[in-house]
């Protein structure tokens, strides 16, 4: 590993190619060493172990970096911004997705006017950070799905008795789901406790499973507090659960890592976005989007990334989208391609819309839109099946 070094492209908001270098200079001492540079007298930690300007660029009228961060509809003046490109050395990263983040963007976070917008691994980091397990490939054949868009379904809402929530993912899997998922709010309440959730709706699927011959997986809520990630991960596997979710936006990604690499685990994981959009959302600073809900959570062995789509209730546009799901399942390095997962705004009317859009190498996420059309789920999983099916021979 000697002096192998990961790239870290920032986009930086300054009046003058100086204060720029100036910005990313400090950006390079910042995100390392945290000492005054002038006082450092070791040649080591002055030439290797402090970030290296790579390169400084003027942004340029069409890059795919200006609208990072920036509201739909709002255009932004080039001339106000530059692209740096900054090498760490890998070693500073202690091989722990935690450093990792922490060298990416640890105190340069609270400093304005700073974006991350792309980031190039090294061999060393390829090795530690594996990606995905099973990938959109892996997912593919648990599921026994080869072809078509594939589709999630969650249990839901919060408040709902367990028994009832085990009676759903009876029906979601008789309907064809290829996942079932907990809600992301449903976590170890006293009206929802996770064991007796968990223990419920396992041996729900797979008694369905084995009855219809269907493929579902029923993915476990484990967020929580510390350990309590783990223990949880552990529980459910023995309680029949075939996959996990993780939000690492609550938990950190390195809880993330640690579940994607643990091989007594193996199982496939679902990443939720819930408090990830602070990092991500417009403002003077941050992470951009496709970073954040796609290739992170992808880097770190999330299986299938959720992220949320377009022209529902959130404010992502058409093209942050695509782009979040191409960093999701496109080529990097030698990482598995990951199942994009988009929700939100997923409905019968617009299925046509998406599945052009994303593609049928797309998990899609239907949640509100799965009981609009009335009370009997299982005929409503059926029903949108048949529509992906329909979808993926018309494609």
């Known amino acids: 590993m000697k002096d192998e070094r990961f790239i870290v492209t920032y986009r930086i908001e300054a009046s003058s190619y100086e204060e720029a270098k100036?910005?990313?200079?400090?950006?390079?001492?910042?995100?390392?060493?945290?000492?005054?540079?002038?006082?450092?007298?070791?040649?080591?930690?002055?030439?290797?172990?402090?970030?290296?300007?790579?390169?400084?660029?003027?942004?340029?009228?069409?890059?795919?970096?200006?609208?990072?961060?920036?509201?739909?509809?709002?255009?932004?003046?080039?001339?106000?911004?530059?692209?740096?490109?900054?090498?760490y050395l890998v070693d500073t990263t202690a091989l722990e997705a935690t450093q990792f983040l922490n060298v990416v963007f640890g105190n340069s976070s609270l400093q304005p006017h700073i974006w991350v917008v792309d980031i190039e691994l090294c061999p060393t980091l390829y090795d530690v950070f594996k990606g995905p397990r099973f990938g959109l490939q892996g997912l593919r054949q648990l599921l026994e799905t080869p072809t078509r868009p594939m589709i999630q379904a969650v249990v839901k809402p919060m408040g709902t008795p367990n028994e009832e929530l085990a009676r759903m993912c009876g029906a979601y899997t008789r309907g064809g789901a290829d996942v079932i998922k907990d809600d992301h709010g449903i976590s170890n309440q006293s009206f929802s406790q996770f064991k007796d959730r968990v223990q419920r709706c396992a041996a729900m699927v797979r008694d369905m499973n084995e009855a219809h011959g269907t493929h579902t997986l029923y993915a476990a809520n484990v967020s929580g507090d510390g350990t309590d990630v783990i223990e949880r991960a552990y529980f459910a596997k023995d309680a029949g659960a075939t996959a996990l979710m993780v939000a690492s936006g609550l938990v950190g990604f390195g809880w993330l890592h640690k579940l994607a690499n643990d091989e007594k685990l193996g199982l496939p994981i679902i990443h939720h976005p819930a408090y990830s959009g602070g990092f991500m959302s417009p403002g003077v600073s941050g992470i951009a989007d496709y970073l954040q809900l796609g290739l992170l959570p992808r880097i770190f062995g999330a299986d299938m990334p959720i992220f949320v789509s377009y022209g529902g209730r959130f404010t992502f546009t058409e093209d942050q989208c695509k782009r979040i799901s191409s960093y999701i399942k496109h080529p990097f390095g030698v990482m598995k391609a990951a199942c994009p997962a988009p929700g939100g705004g997923v409905t019968d009317a617009r299925l046509n819309e998406l599945v052009a859009l994303y593609g049928n190498d797309t998990m899609f996420l239907v949640g509100g839109d799965m009981f609009r059309r009335g009370p009997d789920i299982e005929a409503n999983m059926a029903y949108f099946v048949e529509r992906l099916n329909t979808l993926s021979t018309n494609n």
């Open 22 to 87: 100036a910005i990313a200079w400090a950006v390079q001492v910042e995100q390392t060493i945290e000492f005054p540079y002038e006082f450092v007298t070791d040649p080591y930690i002055k030439g290797t172990i402090t970030g290296r300007l790579e390169s400084l660029e003027p942004m340029s009228s069409d890059s795919t970096y200006a609208n990072v961060g920036v509201m739909p509809n709002v255009t932004i003046n080039p001339s106000h911004y530059y692209v740096a490109r900054i090498s």
